[in-house]
């Protein structure tokens, strides 16, 4: 193999590490905050924020395990995402709830 095309492929493999770690950055941030003593206008975007955090996670958890040729994965048993989804899940309704009571949702 080219050396050219072999430090391609690992800078490819440092590059995919680094998003899978900011991804669980923001989640964690997300997770962190208070909702409850948020303002009317915060807690919407939080909402909203969560959403968007929501979907990349499940997005991620859905092709983590795929290969590049649509065949199956090695990797067997749940995966550290699954649970940062059920977090993310979890608080969504939380806040989802919050905004019901609220009357900020219709």
Known sequence: MDWRRLVAVIS???LAAGC???LSART???IERDYLTMTD????GYYQRLSDQLARESRVSRTKGSTPFGGPSLKTGPQETDGRVELLRSRWNEVRSL???RELLP
Do not use: Q
């Not at 206008?41 to 919407?44: D, I, K, R």
């Open 28 to 30: 964690n941030e997300l």
């Open 99 to 101: 905004l019901y009571e």
């Open 41 to 44: 206008t915060e807690l919407l």
């Open 20 to 22: 899978g770690a900011g």
């Open 12 to 14: 490819l493999c440092l």
